[in-house]
């Protein structure tokens, strides 16, 4: 088993072509070799929140979905906004978190990935469900990183060399390997 620190990658978006999907692929990518990540890729499976459902048995997808934050260090989100707020299937997600208690006091940071001037409401409502959930926002690994159609390669992955290294050091921040060279100062 490995002891490097793992970061649970949430995309909030459910589009195959999604900006979101693409920083978290990247992100993958571009991680320091002393950190781990893992990206989640059950939120289209997770049934409607449902506080009766909430108890064990829990649902099978609400349960793996649980044991993914239990095991992990620390969680990077990148999430879309729609109609001012959270998109709804990852607003479901996060209130399948707030029952349990995996999150409380684990390291969490999300990166805003839309044009500028966009994404504020997805950001204060991701903060306000975190709070209630007890999450450790590191406030220096949030970042402000838009991504535009042109970054993105036919593959999916960002190819802007400025955003690969912010992912790098938002990864670093993130899992506390401040001082650490990414992969970009290694070429």
């Known amino acids: 088993m490995s002891t490097l620190p793992m970061i649970l990658l949430l995309s909030g978006s459910l589009r195959t072509g999604s900006s979101n999907n693409s920083v978290l ?3 993958q990518t571009v991680a320091l070799s002393e950190v781990r990540t893992v990206l989640y890729d059950g939120l289209a499976g997770l049934p409607h929140f449902n506080p009766d459902d909430d108890t064990d048995p829990l649902p099978a997808s609400v349960a793996r979905l649980r044991a993914a934050i239990s095991k992990a260090t620390a969680l990077l989100i990148c999430t879309p906004e729609y109609a001012g707020t959270l998109p709804g299937s990852f607003k479901n997600l996060l209130d399948w978190t707030v029952g349990g208690t995996e999150i ?3 390291p969490v940071a999300w ?3 839309a044009a ?10 991701l903060r306000q469900v975190l709070g209630y959930t007890g999450a450790n926002i590191v406030e220096s690994a949030c970042a402000k990183i838009p991504v535009t159609p042109q970054m993105v390669g036919a593959d999916g992955f960002i ?3 400025g ?6 050091r938002v990864l670093g921040l993130l899992a506390g390997r401040h001082g650490r060279t990414s992969e970009l100062d290694q070429t």
């Open 25 to 27: 692929r990247t992100a």
């Open 111 to 113: 990166v805003n990935a």
């Open 116 to 125: 500028p001037g966009r994404g504020q409401g997805a950001e204060t409502t």
């Open 104 to 106: 409380c006091n684990k």
């Open 163 to 168: 955003v690969r290294e912010q992912l790098c």
């Open 159 to 161: 190819t802007d060399p």
